[in-house]
């Protein structure tokens, strides 16, 4: 008989801990970034240099959340290095089981977005290099290069200030994802892989993000407007009521977790938006409310909000989107910010089966922001 | 609560355990030790072996004399 998922990711990440598998062939997903050899990524990176190959591999750490993100350095003979090759590349795996359970059956979505999707969109992308993933085993590997490198890219944070000019490319980058595949039929056909936000929901809902909600609620209440906290029971149905405005026009492809911390800004200033996974088929303004209540700290998000979403709304409909009038901009913005919260009361206090994906002193910050946002624009009644 | 009731009639030679809750109770079994084990593995286990503790309370039910495996 066969066993649970959980237990099948479970097994084999035991296995791959007590194994350590390098990879032998191309067709190997690596189960982790030090199992990368020079061969598998000869195949990948100098495919289009004759003669070129990578003598050496160097893993360093970045960082841990719902991936683990290694720095790699290789080292290319000397075809590689006359031709100037990258050196300098950042990957994201799933060793591990919180890993695997989080983001390793859904590497395909990351995947196919950067091979399908991403050539459609005129928009500041980290420069994939290559995927690979197993649904079986949940292990996965993204390949980019190393933006720090390639275009002298600063990541950004919860301590990040944007400028105006800043958020203002940043909405119209969600613009352009936005409104280049609005209610488009591909969207049924060609890229029905691509899940609907209500599922991406449902599916965190039955990790047990509820009860973690409620407890968040809790340990931030010093951090929440009063008012937010006393109509902290109608915070979750009400999340669960603004599912329905994606289903109640044509669909766009939204990011879905466009937090600070997802942004990284190039050397010319120019926003751009990584980390995929969590992409849906779903309603514009849930991106927007997310993006203008986490990206910026009150002060500001009150002061550039209707001129940002005005902007907003005229890049949409240039990018194909649908002409939307400010007000009920305004009131979709509105209605979609419970659902934003629900990104981060759950990262604060998870379920057993996910990992720490974010510091506290950030999930704290973002469920302040938002939370702050709830009570401007109304709390739910 | 996992649970599996083992049923102990008083007066009672024979234990028994219906076959579809052993079943049940066996794959949660695996997939708890397996998930315990899988988080508790370090980084460099190779070749290694994992420990995974589970902890069982076993209860009697006064009544019917029946015992209650708890999870």
């Not at chain 1, 990879?23 to 970034?33: G, I, K, M, S």
């Amino acid at each position: 008989m066969e066993l649970g998922s959980r237990a099948r990711l479970s097994a084999h990440t035991l296995r791959d801990h007590l194994l350590n598998p390098v990879c032998r062939t191309f067709d190997e997903v690596p189960w982790c970034a030090e199992a990368l050899t020079p061969e598998w990524l000869t195949r990948v990176l100098c495919d289009k240099t004759p003669g070129a190959a990578i003598s050496r591999v160097t893993v360093s750490t970045a960082s841990t959340g719902s991936s683990v993100r290694k720095r790699i350095l290789v080292t290319y003979n000397t075809a590689g290095t006359v031709a100037g090759l990258v050196t300098r590349f950042f990957a994201k795996t799933t060793p591990d089981v919180l890993t695997r359970l989080t983001s390793g059956t859904s590497a395909g979505q990351e995947a196919r977005f950067f091979t399908e999707l991403a050539p459609l969109l005129p928009i500041e992308l980290p420069a994939h290099r290559r995927s690979s993933f197993d649904r079986v085993s949940g292990r996965s590997l993204h390949l980019f290069e190393d933006l720090v490198e390639t275009r002298a890219a600063q990541f950004c944070d919860y301590r990040t200030t944007f400028t105006h000019r800043q958020i203002e490319a940043a909405l119209e980058t969600l613009a352009c994802l936005h409104g280049t595949l609005h209610g488009d039929a591909r969207l049924v056909t060609q890229f029905s892989w691509i899940p609907r936000y209500e599922t991406f929901f449902s599916a965190l809902a039955a990790t047990g993000t509820r009860a973690g909600h409620e407890q968040a609620m809790e340990e931030a209440r010093h951090l929440i407007p009063p008012a937010v906290y006393a109509a902290r029971d109608r915070l979750w149905p009400a999340a669960e009521d603004s599912l329905a405005e994606h289903a109640e026009g044509p669909r766009s492809v939204i990011h879905s977790d466009v937090h600070p911390g997802n942004w990284y800004l190039t050397a010319e200033g120019r926003p751009g938006l990584c980390d995929w996974q969590c992409i849906a088929q779903g309603h514009w303004s849930r991106d927007l409310a997310y993006a203008l209540s986490s990206m910026l700290d009150p002060l500001s998000r009150r002061q550039w909000e209707q001129d940002l979403l005005a902007r907003y709304l005229q890049a949409l409909a240039a990018a194909g989107g649908p002409d939307i009038p400010l007000e009920t901009a305004w009131h979709h913005y509105r209605r979609q910010l419970p659902a934003a919260l629900l990104m981060w009361t759950p990262t604060l206090c998870h379920p057993p089966t996910m990992p720490d994906m974010q510091p506290a002193v950030v999930s704290l910050e973002m469920i302040r922001r938002i939370t702050t946002a709830i009570d401007d624009l109304g709390v739910p009644t | 609560m996992r649970s599996i009731l083992v049923q102990l009639p008083p007066g009672e030679r024979r234990c028994t355990v219906a076959a579809a809750a052993l079943e049940s109770f066996a794959r949660e079994i695996i997939d708890d030790l397996l998930f315990q084990a899988a988080r508790a593995v370090p980084d460099g286990a190779a070749a290694g072996q994992v420990k995974a503790t589970l902890t069982f309370t076993v209860m009697l039910d006064p009544v019917t004399g029946d015992l209650r495996i708890n999870r």
